[in-house]
């Protein structure tokens, strides 16, 4: 019977927790949980709350032309007609979603580099899918990288990526989309693989 309500009373406080705000979640976690009284019954709406929730999205929603500081000069921002950036010499860039060189029906990914001997800065769309979990690349090393993603309101279907390496020595890296199962959906091999 003490086994239970101790199991009872640590789901009531990991309910608790993973309810509580962050910062919250955070101070709490570093207290000692209290000690559950072997009479108090676990309510039953706090752990079904939490059997309920949904994982946050690996996706950053954004406004259309919003200005998103990618690092190390590099700047992204996406608006309805396609994908925008910009490096630290300040030229613009420009990938459209709308000229009709994007199958938005089928799941796909593309991809832009810049670099030097300092670094590669990558980005691409990631389009053909409202549940989009994930992108990765792969370097002719093998070293992976997971990107972050973005994305405008309403899930339209389509959205940015973008992420650093280290210098490619011997071609260009490989991007992978996956879903949000990690389920592969797309893939673009490296331009020297």
Not at 60 to 77: L, P, Q, Y
Not at 90 to 104: I, T
């Amino acid at each position: 019977m003490k086994k239970y309500l101790l199991t009872a009373g640590a789901v009531v406080v990991a309910a608790a927790l993973t309810t509580a705000a962050p910062a919250a979640a955070a101070v709490s976690a570093r207290v000692p949980a209290p000690a559950v009284a072997e009479s108090a019954p676990a309510p039953a709406p706090a752990v079904a709350r939490t059997a309920g929730a949904k994982a946050p999205s690996p996706v950053r929603v954004v406004g259309s032309g919003e200005r998103v500081d990618a690092g190390r000069g590099w700047t992204v921002w996406l608006t309805e007609e396609g994908k925008h950036w910009s490096g630290p010499d300040g030229y613009e860039n420009f990938r459209s979603v709308v000229d009709g060189n994007v199958d938005l029906s089928r799941p796909g990914v593309s991809h832009q580099s810049e670099g030097d001997a300092a670094g590669v800065f990558h980005s691409g769309l990631h389009y053909g899918t409202k549940k989009a979990g994930k992108v990765v690349l792969t370097g002719t090393d093998g070293t992976r990288t997971t990107a972050t993603l973005l994305e405008l309101p309403g899930r339209p279907g389509w959205g940015v990526w973008y992420a650093h390496t280290g210098p490619e020595k011997d071609g260009g890296a490989s991007v992978a989309l996956y879903d949000r199962n990690g389920r592969l959906l797309a893939e673009l091999p490296g331009w020297n693989a």
